[in-house]
T-cell receptor, first 115, second 112 residues
Framework: AQSVTQPDIHITVSEGASLELRCNYS??????LFWYVQSPGQGLQLLLK??????LVQGIKGFEAEFKRSQSSFNLRKPSVHWSDAAEYFC?????????????FGGGTRVLVKP | KAGVTQTPRYLIKTRGQQVTLSCSPI?????VSWYQQTPGQGLQFLFE???????NKGNFPGRFSGRQFSNSRSEMNVSTLELGDSALYLC???????????FGEGSRLTVL
């Protein structure tokens, strides 16, 4: 069965500092990987996705993520955090096309930004 | 282009009642998925519909059901509500089988 682990429940970072959110997945085949962000009271917004090819993917809002197959990881990074980046971030894994659009989400990491 | 629209946004029910939630996907999207989000269990997949057929189903009891109409709009129903059904129910639509889901703002259900 597929699973996603986000080891950090909360992260506090100062505005302007760099941010890295960890994500480890378990999946028996080549996964599709995603990062979503959720602001309070809102739905989820897709930040970036990895299907294949270049293991470093760029997303919206200045985020990037790197797929490392050997470590089963897909960590999210941002060089300089803005106060508006305070939100909850979810890593998700999906399967091959035959599996449809079912995603398995990690537990989420809540990011707090200090002024 | 309008996003995914969910109605109602908030509702309060009592135990034993039933509830129907509605989701209008992005125009042209034929896949609609439903997720339940709670503080304790996180985001859990309920089911997915594609062209009016249920394509995937999560591990929820039969009290949770859904359907999709010919215009791709979807509804989910929860019967005999329990306190533990209190949650944010998120609907997501997709253009094809890519996993790139576009989420609505959710329907927050409180069961008293």
């Amino acid at each position: 069965a597929q699973s996603v682990t986000q080891p950090d429940i909360h992260i506090t970072v100062s505005e302007g500092a760099s941010l890295e959110l960890r994500c480890n997945y378990s999946y028996g085949a080549t996964p599709y990987l995603f990062w979503y962000v959720q602001s309070p009271g809102q739905g989820l917004q897709l930040l970036l996705k990895y299907f294949s090819g270049d293991t470093l993917v760029q997303g919206i809002k200045g985020f990037e993520a790197e797929f490392k197959r050997s470590q089963s990881s897909f960590n999210l990074r941002k060089p300089s955090v803005h106060w508006s980046d305070a939100a909850e971030y979810f890593c998700a894994v999906g399967g091959i096309k035959a599996a449809g659009n079912k995603l398995t989400f990690g537990g989420g990491t809540r990011v707090l930004v200090k002024p | 282009k309008a996003g995914v629209t969910q109605t109602p946004r908030y509702l309060i029910k009592t135990r034993g009642q039933q509830v129907t939630l509605s989701c209008s996907p992005i125009s042209g999207h034929r896949s609609v998925s439903w997720y339940q989000q709670t503080p304790g269990q996180g985001l859990q997949f309920l089911f997915e519909y594609f062209s009016e057929t249920q394509r995937n189903k999560g591990n929820f009891p039969g009290r949770f059901s859904g359907r999709q109409f010919s215009n791709s709009r979807s509804e989910m129903n929860v019967s005999t509500l329990e306190l533990g059904d209190s949650a944010l129910y998120l609907c997501a639509s997709s253009l094809e089988i890519t996993g790139e889901l576009f989420f609505g703002e959710g329907s927050r259900l409180t069961v008293l």
